[in-house]
């Protein structure tokens, strides 16, 4: 059974403070996906990585993929305020097949 | 920007009853997808529908459930007889090159 662990579960920072949530597996992935969800909603899409190594950036997010492709990192600079939210990391085996989703981290940046 | 759009927002239930939730993928998808996520806890695969028929399922998409697609645009999950543990957010979702997640159900079952 494929899992991933994302941590921190929480994390409470002051605004303009770095952070990086991590998401590891013992299983390969053929991509990684970064969600935002907010509450009452669905998962919205960030970014997907898919080779080895990749390195995506977003505005202040930084995204990476590791070289054997069985954990990403999610990097976030400067955070403020409105990046508070829960964020999760999704493995998907092949392209199609279901996701498999780590059990998110909550961040809360207070100014 | 295109949206899978889900019906209703919110379902009260009793025990027992069965319930159709609905979803509208987006239009040029190949894939469709039912996921649920049970409050404080991650997000869980429950089946995935290509080409009008299913194509991968979960161990949780047991013989109380079942997926539809009776026209070109609506895709719906059913489950037959409601248990207290299938209180849950349900997710469509569908893919081209990305996931779209409609903004779920919230099924209460009680």
């Known amino acids: 059974t494929q899992l991933l662990e994302q941590s921190p579960q929480f994390l409470s920072i002051q605004e303009g403070e770095n952070l990086t949530v991590y998401c590891n597996s013992s299983?390969?992935?053929?991509?990684l996906q970064w969600y935002r969800q907010e509450p009452g909603e669905g998962p919205v899409l960030l970014v997907t990585v898919v080779t080895g190594g990749e390195v995506k950036k977003l505005k202040r997010l930084t995204f990476q993929f590791g070289d054997a492709r069985k954990d990403s990192s999610l990097h976030i600079t400067a955070a403020q305020p409105g990046d508070t939210g829960l964020y999760l990391c999704a493995g998907e085996g092949q392209a199609g097949t279901a996701l498999i989703f780590g059990k998110g981290t909550t961040l809360s940046v207070s100014s | 920007e295109p949206e899978v759009t889900q019906t209703p927002s919110h379902q009260v239930t009793q025990m027992g009853q069965e319930v159709i939730l609905r979803c509208v993928p987006i239009s040029n998808h190949l894939y469709f997808y039912w996921y649920r996520q049970i409050l404080g806890q991650k997000v869980e695969f429950l089946v995935s529908f290509y080409n009008n028929e299913i194509s991968e399922k979960s161990e949780i998409f047991d013989d109380q459930f079942s997926v539809e697609r009776p026209d070109g645009s609506n895709f719906t999950l059913k489950i037959r007889s409601t248990k207290l543990e299938d209180s849950a957010m349900y997710f469509c979702?569908?893919?081209?090159?990305?996931?779209?997640f409609g903004s779920g159900t919230r099924l209460t079952v009680v």
């Open positions: 979702a569908s893919t081209f090159y990305g996931y779209t």
């Open positions: 299983s390969v992935f053929s991509s």
